[in-house]
C-alpha cells in the first residue's frame, strides 16, 4: 500500500507560480509512474501531467504544456508540479497519482492504484 499527501498548494496571483509536492508513504515511489490531476468546481477531474518511473518520459495536457513541470525525486519519495504563469482557469484542487508496476506515464486516470488527498490551488485575476 501506497499513501499520497499533496502540499504546496494555495492563492496567488494570475501570473505567479506555485510548486506542488506529493509525498509518498509505505513504499518508494522507484518503480511507480506519478500523475497529477485536477478538479474544478462543478468539472470531471482531468489530466495535467505525468511522469514514468524512470522519469526519462513525462505527457502534459495540452493546457499547461511549457508552463508545467512534473518531476519525481526517489530518494524524497516524493513528487513535484512546478506551476509557472498560473491563470484563473487553474484553479482547481490538485490530485496526485501513483501507477505500480514500472509503467510508463498516462493520461488515464483508472490506470492509477493510489490517489491522494488532494491540495487547493487558486489563481486569482
Known amino acids: 500500500q501506497v499513501q499520497l499527501e499533496e502540499s504546496g498548494g494555495g492563492l496567488v496571483q494570475a501570473g505567479g507560480s506555485l510548486r506542488l509536492s506529493c509525498v509518498a508513504s509505505g513504499h518508494t515511489l522507484l518503480s511507480y509512474a506519478v500523475g497529477w490531476f485536477r478538479q474544478a468546481p462543478r468539472k470531471e477531474r482531468e489530466f495535467v501531467a505525468s511522469i514514468g518511473w524512470g522519469s526519462s518520459s513525462t505527457r502534459y495536457a495540452d493546457s499547461v504544456k511549457g508552463r508545467f513541470t512534473i518531476s519525481k525525486d526517489n530518494a524524497k519519495n516524493t513528487a513535484y508540479l512546478q506551476m509557472n504563469s498560473l491563470k484563473p482557469d487553474d484553479t482547481a484542487v490538485y490530485y496526485c497519482?501513483?501507477?505500480?508496476?514500472?509503467?510508463?506515464?498516462?493520461?488515464?486516470?483508472?490506470?492509477?492504484?493510489?490517489w491522494g488527498q488532494g491540495t487547493q490551488v487558486t489563481a486569482s485575476s
Open positions: 497519482a501513483a501507477r505500480s508496476g514500472f509503467r510508463s506515464p498516462t493520461s488515464y486516470q483508472d490506470d492509477y492504484d493510489y
